[in-house]
Structure formats: C-alpha cells, structure tokens
C-alpha cells in the first residue's frame, strides 16, 4: 500500500504564498504522475495541477495558472505545490494523488490519495 501526506498548509493573508508538500511512502513506488487537488466547503472537488514524472510536463486549472507551480523530486517520491498571489477563493482542503498508470495529466483518475491539508486564505 502507498501512503500520501500533506503538509504545509495554514492560513495567510491574501497575496502571500505558501507552500505545500506531499511524501509518498509504502511499496516500492514509481508514480506516473502526481497531483493536487481541492474542496472548498459546498463545493465539488477540482483538478488544481498535477506533474508527469517520466517528462516532468505539467498541467494547471486556469485559476492557478501563474500562480501556483507544481514539481516533484522522484528520489524523495515527493510533490510539492508552491503557492503564491493567494485569494481568497483559494480557500479549500488540498490533496495530493499519485496513479501508476498512463492518463491524461488533467484526468481525475488516481490510486492513491492523501487525507489533505487546509489552506485559508483571509481577504
């Protein structure tokens, strides 16, 4: 089994960064790509980011775009999700994903998923 663990949530104010990591542990792991994702209260989750590890191409929603950054370090089997220009909208609960098969970087489809880190953003 995979285990994924989040950190480096927490509230800030708008306009300031944060970053968040996410560890992947267990078997032997060799992750096709990673992801994050989030929920804010009421709402549906949506695709944020998510990075191929073979070519490293990554894929971001239009909200984010310019400001967050995905990357990952495959020695350490982490994803990270640097975070900057923060609103207030991007209050939610972040996830990381990992999947061991093939899909187009934006799919929801993953095996494995985190418990999550909250992110407020005060205004």
């Known amino acids: 089994q995979v285990q994924l663990v989040e950190s480096g949530g927490g509230l800030v104010q708008a306009g300031g960064s944060l970053r968040l990591s996410c560890a992947a542990s267990?078997?032997?792991?060799?992750?096709?790509?990673m992801g994050w994702f989030r929920q804010a209260p009421g709402k549906e989750r949506e695709f944020v980011a998510a990075?191929?590890?073979?070519?490293?191409?990554?894929a971001y929603t239009d909200s984010v775009k310019g400001r967050f950054t995905i990357s990952r370090d495959n020695a350490k089997n982490t994803v990270y999700l640097q975070m900057n220009s923060l609103k207030p909208e991007d209050t939610a609960v972040y996830c990381c994903?990992?999947?061991?098969?093939?899909?187009?970087?934006?799919?929801?489809?993953?095996?494995?998923w985190g418990q999550g880190t909250q992110v407020n953003v005060s205004s």
């Open positions: 267990g078997r032997t792991f060799s992750s096709a790509a």
């Open positions: 994903a990992a999947r061991n098969f093939m899909a187009t970087l934006t799919s929801p489809e993953y095996d494995y």
């Open positions: 990075i191929s590890r073979g070519t490293g191409r990554t």
